[in-house]
T-cell receptor, first 116, second 114 residues
Framework: DTGVSQDPRHKITKRGQNVTFRCDPISEHNRLYWYRQTLGQGPEFLTYFQNEAQLEKSRLLSDRFSAERPKGSFSTLEIQRTEQGDSAMYLC??????????????FGQGTRLTVV | KNQVEQSPQSLIILEGKNCTLQCNYTVSPFSNLRWYKQDTGRGPVSLTIMTFSENTKSNGRYTATLDADTKQSSLHITASQLSDSASYICVVRGAPSGTYKYIFGTGTRLKVLA
């Protein structure tokens, strides 16, 4: 296992198009997180999954955004009708959650989205 | 409101010098605090993780301190190298009884010059 992998690494799309990103977490990590990071800022929480259940969504996640983790392994983040303001780095992280603590979150390299 | 604030926003130092980055947080209840290093265009990589009972932890030339009473942490980098140029992000994890998300600071951008 080589860590969290994200695909694609870079995506350029025209405004109004739909895009989908994929994240493959570390094997057997039951928690998966999506973050968005704009230039010069720290990552902002979007949503997270415990296995296949989406437990929390940020208000940053507008109705144009949807995330899934259908089998509790990989996850997809889809943005519909992209806007220029969606241009950012989208980071995925995973961790293994236990009842009282969990492992550190390991991050993928991110998908850099540019909406033109 | 659960927040994490870092200072300075950016820092330029000469190779071989030491520096200290600061992190103040208001997350409560608190579970742990982590420092991540993020190279440009890449995902964050963990440097240290500290629980509320730990005061200091080292990882090579990186030493993190934590004062859970004042809700402050620092990251000290000794004998800086050019490869230390990156953003350093403080991340606070709330306790299960409160928010369970990772809350990120905006980071300190460090530039080490030859």
């Amino acid at each position: 296992d080589t860590g969290v992998s994200q695909d694609p690494r870079h995506k350029i799309t025209k405004r109004g198009q739909n895009v989908t990103f994929r994240c493959d977490p570390i094997s057997e990590h039951n928690r998966l997180y999506w973050y968005r990071q704009t230039l010069g800022q720290g990552p902002e929480f979007l949503t997270y999954f415990q296995n296949e259940a989406q437990l929390e969504k940020s208000r940053l996640l507008s109705d144009r955004f949807s995330a899934e983790r259908p089998k509790g392994s990989f996850s997809t983040l889809e943005i519909q009708r992209t806007e220029q303001g969606d241009s950012a780095m989208y980071l995925c992280a995973s961790s293994h959650h236990r009842l009282t603590e969990d492992t550190e979150a390991f991050f993928g390299q991110g998908t850099r989205l540019t909406v033109v | 409101k659960n927040q994490v604030e870092q200072s300075p926003q950016s820092l330029i130092i000469l190779e071989g010098k030491n520096c200290t980055l600061q992190c103040n947080y208001t997350v409560s209840p608190f579970s742990n605090l982590r420092w991540y290093k993020q190279d440009t265009g890449r995902g964050p990589v963990s440097l240290t993780i500290m629980t509320f009972s730990e005061n200091t932890k080292s990882n090579g030339r990186y030493t993190a301190t934590l004062d859970a009473d004042t809700k402050q942490s620092s990251l000290h980098i000794t004998a800086s190298q050019l490869s230390d140029s990156a953003s350093y992000i403080c991340v606070v994890r709330g306790a299960p009884s409160g928010t369970y998300k990772y809350i990120f600071g905006t980071g300190t951008r460090l530039k080490v010059l030859a």
